[in-house]
């Protein structure tokens, strides 16, 4: 399939070199809701099927049926747990979205922001999960480009993950809505995960006007600080999407099972423990 804007590979030394081709650049087709919550992480998906898991804040586990895992914004901690996904993203915007130190079981690591004076520029293929990013700008008090602006120049990046048919975006710790050659890079995210706290990251009338422009199947709200948070973006959603809560840390999700309505769910996050 051509599509209309390549990201071409910065990996790491223990990256696989595999390359497939993109198929999220294409307009979603969503037949019903089905959501299955499993006991533990540890359980087995159904074929064709994507478990996700929101650990906290901005950190999710995305599991494949096939078998390939990734945590986004990891900071180095799961849960009481010796899991260790294939793949691990960073922002590192603040602290909460990334770790210094991660652990060198996780084969591969990718930072979201620049390294070397290059800015990242991944696309890794590990089983059937492609993994690559489209990188935006942040605020920044410490880093500046050449006019001054206090803005740092794609320091934060858009993750996306490609697996059993589903495009899976994590906005990361963004603050603007993308641009044009963003949201064509970005192609079609059936699901979402996007921060709603409406002041540290995007604002929230970017943050509506960019959901509306995605037309994803399903908004995970996250890097919400409290309630009030969360319930002032539900608020303003409300008129336009399904809003649905569960107590449950996960849920999961197939191209069969996608909402036909636009749906927000609220997940309770929750970090990794072994089944009893």
């Known amino acids: 399939m051509r599509y209309l804007v390549a990201l071409f590979i910065l990996l790491l030394p223990t990256a696989s070199l595999a390359q497939r081709a993109s198929h999220c650049i294409a307009i979603a087709q969503a037949p019903g809701l089905e959501y299955v919550h499993r006991a533990s992480f540890r359980d087995p998906l159904e074929d064709f099927s994507v ?78 999960m492609l993994v690559r990013n489209v990188t935006t700008d942040i605020r920044s008090r410490s880093f500046f480009d050449e006019e001054n602006t206090g803005i740092r120049r794609d320091g934060n990046s858009i993750f996306v993950f490609e697996t059993e048919g589903l495009c899976i975006g994590h906005v990361g710790h963004l603050h603007h809505e993308p641009d044009d050659a963003q949201y064509a890079a970005l192609g079609r995210l059936d699901v979402v995960m996007v921060p709603v706290d409406g002041g540290m990251t995007i604002d929230r009338a970017s943050l509506k006007s960019m959901l509306v422009r995605l037309r994803s199947s399903l908004v995970l709200p996250m890097h919400w600080f409290g309630p009030s948070n969360l319930e002032a973006f539900l608020v303003d959603m409300a008129d336009d999407y399904v809003i649905q809560r569960t107590l449950s840390n996960s849920m999961e999700v197939s191209l069969r099972t996608l909402p036909s309505e636009p749906t927000i769910l609220v997940l309770t996050p929750q970090y990794l423990t072994e089944p009893q």
């Open 51 to 128: 478990r996700i898991s929101y650990l906290a804040h901005s950190m999710f586990l995305i599991q494949s049926a096939s078998g390939p895992s990734a945590v986004t914004d990891y900071t180095g901690f799961v849960g009481s747990t010796g899991f260790f996904p294939d793949v691990a993203t960073m922002n590192n915007a603040h602290d909460s979205h990334w770790t210094a130190f991660p652990d060198n079981r996780i084969p591969h690591v990718l930072p979201g922001w620049p390294v070397g004076g290059e800015k990242a520029n991944h696309r890794i293929q590990v089983g059937d």
